[in-house]
């Protein structure tokens, strides 16, 4: 089993940053995948990032890309997602997710066995 907590989310203003952490506990993230998603009232849940944490790839959203950076803290088995230039529509509810690391699922729900509980991130305008 693997418990999975998530920390860091809040309420920034437009343009300002946040870091997300999710931390595991009952084994390692050694051959996982840990991605993040969200989710906002009334849509579907949506892929943000992911990291292979054994070979270090990463993996991003196209509203991701280029603003969100993934990555990963060995000693402390933990992954983070440093977000920066915020925007209102990142406003959700962010989740960390964990499952075995196969090719073509990152970005996908199913792919994942362990979600922690999410973080609230308010990006106001």
């Known amino acids: 089993q693997v418990q999975l907590v998530e920390s860091g989310g809040g309420l920034v203003q437009a343009g300002a940053s946040l870091r997300l952490s999710c931390a595991a506990s009952?084994?390692?993230?050694?051959?996982?995948?840990v991605g993040w998603f969200r989710r906002i009232p009334g849509k579907e849940r949506e892929f943000v990032a992911a990291?292979?944490?054994?070979?270090?790839?990463?993996y991003y959203s196209v509203s991701a890309k280029g603003r969100f950076t993934i990555s990963r803290d060995n000693a402390k088995n933990t992954v983070h997602l440093q977000m920066n230039s915020l925007k209102p529509e990142d406003t959700a509810v962010y989740s960390c997710?964990?499952?075995?690391?196969?090719?073509?699922?990152?970005?996908?729900?199913?792919?994942?066995?362990?979600w922690g509980q999410g973080t609230q991130v308010t990006v106001s305008s």
């Open positions: 997710a964990a499952g075995p690391a196969k090719a073509g699922w990152y970005s996908l729900p199913d792919g994942y066995d362990y």
């Open positions: 009952g084994r390692t993230f050694s051959s996982y995948a």
């Open positions: 990291i292979n944490w054994s070979l270090g790839n990463t």
